[in-house]
């Protein structure tokens, strides 16, 4: 592991990648934790400040240019706004907790944990500071099924369950 091709990395991705990391773990605390508490909230927000500056970021990353100066993965960009927007309208305004809980976990699962596990991707930046210039597939392969197991086997556990009778 080596954090060199991080740190000689373009100030956006360096802000990217910083971002990103602190928000997965802080997001899986305040996902696990008692909801809303003073600190559920004060970490939520700033989970959702982590989360927009991982989403604006990502907007001035321009490594991979298939549609002028961005890629399909500028798409989860637009989707962590509308996601986040969506998730704060409904506990600020509407006080709908439930829809604010779908709307974080999804952020955190969708947005966070699965777009993250395709930046081990041979040839990615993360994949080289993780694994090295030469590890090959087979630690991106793992990091990968590794998410979706895990992104799988958490919106099973926080997946609401109906009420006993």
């Given at each position: 592991m080596s954090l060199e091709p991080l740190l000689?990395?373009?100030?956006?991705i360096q802000i990217h990648a910083?971002?990103?990391?602190?928000?997965f773990p802080l997001g899986a605390f305040v996902l696990w934790r008692k909801k809303g508490t003073r600190l559920h909230k004060l970490l939520g927000?700033?989970?959702v400040v982590l989360m927009l500056a991982v989403a604006t970021s990502a907007l001035f990353i321009h490594e991979m240019r298939l549609i002028g100066p961005f890629s399909p993965i500028h798409i989860f960009s637009i989707v962590t706004y509308v996601t986040?927007?969506?998730a704060l309208r409904a506990i600020i305004v509407d006080k709908n907790v439930a829809?604010?809980?779908?709307?974080?976990?999804?952020?955190y699962l969708w947005t966070l944990m699965l777009a993250g596990a395709f930046t081990f991707l041979p040839g990615r930046r993360m994949h080289m500071v993780l694994f090295g210039p030469d590890a090959g597939w087979t630690p991106s392969l793992i990091v990968i099924?590794?998410?979706?197991?895990?992104a799988w086997l958490l919106a099973r556990r926080l997946r609401p369950r109906p009420a006993a009778a």
């Open positions: 000689q990395a373009p100030l956006a910083f971002s990103a990391v602190a928000a927000r700033i989970w986040l927007y969506r829809a604010h809980r779908a709307g974080m976990q999804g952020a099924g590794a998410a979706m197991l895990g």
